[in-house]
Protein backbone atom coordinates (compact mmCIF):
# COMPACT_ATOMS: atom_id res chain seq x y z
CA UNK A 1 0.00 0.00 0.00
CA UNK A 2 0.77 3.57 -0.68
CA UNK A 3 2.49 5.51 2.07
CA UNK A 4 0.76 8.72 0.90
CA UNK A 5 -2.81 8.17 -0.82
CA UNK A 6 -4.15 10.94 -2.66
CA UNK A 7 -8.11 10.52 -4.13
CA UNK A 8 -9.67 10.53 -6.87
CA UNK A 9 -6.64 9.38 -8.83
CA UNK A 10 -8.57 11.32 -11.72
CA UNK A 11 -11.28 13.54 -11.84
CA UNK A 12 -13.39 15.32 -14.66
CA UNK A 13 -15.81 18.12 -13.34
CA UNK A 14 -17.43 21.50 -15.00
CA UNK A 15 -16.66 24.94 -14.77
CA UNK A 16 -17.80 26.15 -11.26
CA UNK A 17 -18.34 23.19 -9.82
CA UNK A 18 -16.46 22.66 -6.15
CA UNK A 19 -14.04 20.19 -5.69
CA UNK A 20 -11.86 18.35 -3.12
CA UNK A 21 -8.80 16.50 -3.61
CA UNK A 22 -8.00 14.38 -0.40
CA UNK A 23 -4.45 12.95 0.74
CA UNK A 24 -3.65 10.48 3.66
CA UNK A 25 -0.45 9.40 4.68
CA UNK A 26 0.63 6.66 6.88
CA UNK A 27 4.87 7.70 7.35
CA UNK A 28 4.01 9.65 10.44
CA UNK A 29 4.51 13.09 8.91
CA UNK A 30 4.28 15.93 10.48
CA UNK A 31 4.55 18.17 7.52
CA UNK A 32 2.06 17.93 4.64
CA UNK A 33 2.11 19.88 0.94
CA UNK A 34 0.27 20.36 -2.14
CA UNK A 35 1.62 20.83 -5.28
CA UNK A 36 0.66 21.44 -9.12
CA UNK A 37 2.70 19.53 -11.96
CA UNK A 38 1.44 21.81 -15.50
CA UNK A 39 3.73 21.17 -18.07
CA UNK A 40 6.46 22.74 -19.03
CA UNK A 41 6.15 25.14 -15.33
CA UNK A 42 6.95 22.50 -13.24
CA UNK A 43 5.93 21.65 -9.87
CA UNK A 44 4.59 24.78 -7.94
CA UNK A 45 3.89 25.07 -4.46
CA UNK A 46 -0.63 25.61 -3.11
CA UNK A 47 -0.42 25.43 0.46
CA UNK A 48 1.75 23.50 2.97
CA UNK A 49 1.04 22.57 6.67
CA UNK A 50 3.95 21.89 9.06
CA UNK A 51 1.25 20.70 12.00
CA UNK A 52 -2.91 20.20 12.16
CA UNK A 53 -2.68 23.78 13.66
CA UNK A 54 -0.60 25.31 10.67
CA UNK A 55 -0.85 26.19 7.37
CA UNK A 56 0.70 28.19 4.67
CA UNK A 57 0.12 29.74 1.73
CA UNK A 58 2.50 28.77 -1.46
CA UNK A 59 3.31 30.43 -4.54
CA UNK A 60 0.02 29.64 -6.32
CA UNK A 61 -3.05 30.10 -3.36
CA UNK A 62 -5.31 31.98 -5.20
CA UNK A 63 -8.49 29.82 -5.99
CA UNK A 64 -7.88 26.83 -4.08
CA UNK A 65 -8.15 26.10 0.32
CA UNK A 66 -6.86 23.28 2.19
CA UNK A 67 -7.99 21.71 5.42
CA UNK A 68 -5.70 19.74 7.80
CA UNK A 69 -8.37 17.47 9.35
CA UNK A 70 -5.81 15.24 10.94
CA UNK A 71 -2.08 14.50 11.12
CA UNK A 72 -2.41 12.15 8.29
CA UNK A 73 -5.19 14.20 6.40
CA UNK A 74 -4.49 17.06 4.11
CA UNK A 75 -7.71 18.20 1.62
CA UNK A 76 -7.29 20.60 -1.19
CA UNK A 77 -10.54 22.15 -2.56
CA UNK A 78 -10.96 24.17 -5.40
CA UNK A 79 -14.27 26.37 -4.70
CA UNK A 80 -15.63 27.21 -7.92
CA UNK A 81 -13.44 25.07 -10.83
CA UNK A 82 -12.14 27.47 -13.80
CA UNK A 83 -10.33 25.40 -16.81
CA UNK A 84 -6.90 26.72 -16.35
CA UNK A 85 -6.99 24.81 -12.89
CA UNK A 86 -6.74 21.63 -15.07
CA UNK A 87 -3.66 20.04 -13.91
CA UNK A 88 -1.86 17.31 -12.71
CA UNK A 89 -1.97 17.63 -8.39
CA UNK A 90 0.25 16.16 -6.13
CA UNK A 91 0.40 15.63 -2.03
CA UNK A 92 3.40 15.14 -0.25
CA UNK A 93 4.96 14.82 3.38
CA UNK A 94 8.34 15.43 4.76
CA UNK A 95 9.67 14.74 8.36
CA UNK A 96 9.84 17.89 10.62
CA UNK A 97 12.64 19.72 9.93
CA UNK A 98 13.91 17.84 6.77
CA UNK A 99 11.74 19.99 4.15
CA UNK A 100 14.24 19.04 1.16
CA UNK A 101 12.92 15.26 0.71
CA UNK A 102 9.60 15.12 0.26
CA UNK A 103 7.54 11.97 -0.47
CA UNK A 104 4.75 12.25 -2.78
CA UNK A 105 1.92 10.52 -3.98
CA UNK A 106 0.88 9.75 -7.21
CA UNK A 107 -1.07 12.44 -8.24
CA UNK A 108 -4.73 13.34 -8.55
CA UNK A 109 -5.11 14.54 -12.73
CA UNK A 110 -7.88 16.85 -12.50
CA UNK A 111 -9.71 17.92 -15.37
CA UNK A 112 -11.97 21.25 -15.44
CA UNK A 113 -14.26 21.97 -18.77
CA UNK B 1 10.14 35.12 -10.17
CA UNK B 2 12.13 31.83 -10.73
CA UNK B 3 14.53 30.79 -8.37
CA UNK B 4 15.44 27.98 -9.78
CA UNK B 5 16.09 27.47 -13.70
CA UNK B 6 16.77 24.50 -15.29
CA UNK B 7 17.65 23.37 -18.63
CA UNK B 8 17.14 21.58 -21.28
CA UNK B 9 13.53 21.45 -20.77
CA UNK B 10 13.82 18.35 -22.86
CA UNK B 11 16.73 15.77 -24.00
CA UNK B 12 17.44 12.68 -25.79
CA UNK B 13 20.32 10.06 -25.46
CA UNK B 14 21.45 7.09 -26.79
CA UNK B 15 21.38 4.02 -24.58
CA UNK B 16 25.15 4.21 -23.21
CA UNK B 17 25.86 8.10 -23.26
CA UNK B 18 26.11 10.19 -20.76
CA UNK B 19 23.04 12.52 -19.93
CA UNK B 20 23.33 16.13 -18.12
CA UNK B 21 20.48 18.17 -16.88
CA UNK B 22 21.82 21.95 -15.24
CA UNK B 23 20.30 24.25 -13.06
CA UNK B 24 21.07 27.72 -12.08
CA UNK B 25 19.95 29.27 -8.42
CA UNK B 26 20.40 33.06 -7.31
CA UNK B 27 19.71 33.25 -3.56
CA UNK B 28 23.36 31.80 -2.03
CA UNK B 29 21.24 31.21 1.01
CA UNK B 30 20.01 27.78 -0.45
CA UNK B 31 21.99 24.81 1.37
CA UNK B 32 20.05 21.80 0.40
CA UNK B 33 20.04 20.87 -3.64
CA UNK B 34 18.12 17.79 -4.26
CA UNK B 35 17.02 15.90 -7.71
CA UNK B 36 14.00 14.07 -8.43
CA UNK B 37 13.00 11.90 -10.55
CA UNK B 38 9.46 10.96 -12.17
CA UNK B 39 8.18 7.97 -14.19
CA UNK B 40 4.39 8.61 -15.76
CA UNK B 41 1.89 8.11 -13.88
CA UNK B 42 4.06 8.53 -10.70
CA UNK B 43 4.83 11.07 -8.36
CA UNK B 44 8.11 12.68 -7.80
CA UNK B 45 11.06 10.27 -6.05
CA UNK B 46 14.29 11.63 -4.57
CA UNK B 47 16.90 10.94 -6.43
CA UNK B 48 20.38 12.35 -5.27
CA UNK B 49 20.85 15.49 -3.50
CA UNK B 50 23.94 17.55 -2.66
CA UNK B 51 24.97 20.34 0.13
CA UNK B 52 26.90 23.46 -0.90
CA UNK B 53 30.04 22.41 1.05
CA UNK B 54 30.96 19.44 -1.44
CA UNK B 55 31.45 19.71 -4.96
CA UNK B 56 30.34 16.18 -6.48
CA UNK B 57 28.65 13.44 -5.34
CA UNK B 58 28.32 10.26 -6.54
CA UNK B 59 25.39 7.71 -6.09
CA UNK B 60 26.12 5.02 -8.74
CA UNK B 61 25.32 6.05 -12.41
CA UNK B 62 24.22 9.05 -10.89
CA UNK B 63 26.49 12.12 -9.91
CA UNK B 64 25.54 15.90 -9.08
CA UNK B 65 28.33 18.22 -9.89
CA UNK B 66 27.83 22.10 -7.67
CA UNK B 67 29.50 25.04 -8.88
CA UNK B 68 29.00 27.40 -6.08
CA UNK B 69 31.18 30.45 -7.15
CA UNK B 70 28.67 30.19 -10.88
CA UNK B 71 26.02 28.97 -8.48
CA UNK B 72 25.06 26.35 -10.82
CA UNK B 73 24.75 22.40 -10.48
CA UNK B 74 24.07 19.59 -12.66
CA UNK B 75 22.72 15.88 -12.70
CA UNK B 76 25.07 13.56 -14.82
CA UNK B 77 23.54 10.15 -15.54
CA UNK B 78 26.48 8.23 -16.95
CA UNK B 79 25.96 4.92 -19.31
CA UNK B 80 22.15 5.98 -19.88
CA UNK B 81 20.07 3.46 -19.90
CA UNK B 82 16.33 3.71 -21.19
CA UNK B 83 15.17 2.94 -17.85
CA UNK B 84 16.39 6.52 -16.98
CA UNK B 85 13.66 7.57 -19.01
CA UNK B 86 11.77 10.14 -17.25
CA UNK B 87 11.35 13.68 -15.91
CA UNK B 88 13.93 14.84 -13.87
CA UNK B 89 13.43 18.00 -11.36
CA UNK B 90 16.49 20.00 -9.55
CA UNK B 91 15.52 21.99 -6.67
CA UNK B 92 16.77 23.98 -3.54
CA UNK B 93 15.84 24.92 -0.28
CA UNK B 94 16.81 27.26 2.34
CA UNK B 95 16.38 24.41 5.03
CA UNK B 96 14.61 24.94 8.26
CA UNK B 97 10.90 25.71 7.91
CA UNK B 98 11.11 26.71 3.99
CA UNK B 99 9.68 24.35 1.38
CA UNK B 100 11.91 23.17 -1.59
CA UNK B 101 11.53 25.29 -5.46
CA UNK B 102 11.83 23.47 -8.10
CA UNK B 103 13.11 23.81 -11.39
CA UNK B 104 10.58 23.14 -14.49
CA UNK B 105 12.04 20.10 -15.40
CA UNK B 106 13.68 18.01 -18.07
CA UNK B 107 11.97 15.27 -19.85
CA UNK B 108 14.52 12.88 -20.47
CA UNK B 109 14.28 9.80 -23.25
CA UNK B 110 16.88 7.42 -23.73
CA UNK B 111 16.67 5.21 -26.91
CA UNK B 112 18.29 2.65 -27.75
New interface residues.
Given amino acids: DAD ?1 TQTPRNRITKTGKRIMLECSQTKGHDRM ?1 WYRQDP ?6 IY ?1 S ?1 DVKDINK ?1 EISDGYSVSRQAQAKFSLSLESAIPNQTALY ?1 C ?1 TSVT ?1 V ?9 SRLTVL | QQQVK ?1 SP ?1 SLIVQKGGISIINCAYENTAFD ?1 F ?1 W ?1 QQFP ?6 LI ?1 IRPDVSEKKEGRFTISFNKSAKQFSLHIMDSQPGDSATY ?1 C ?1 A ?1 L ?11 TRLSVIA
Avoid at chain 1, 40 to 45: A, D, N, T
Avoid at chain 2, 41 to 46: D, E, F, R
Avoid at chain 2, 95 to 105: Q, S
Fill in positions: VYGLGLRLYFGFAGTGELFFGEG | QQYPYGKGPALAFATGGNTPLVFGKG
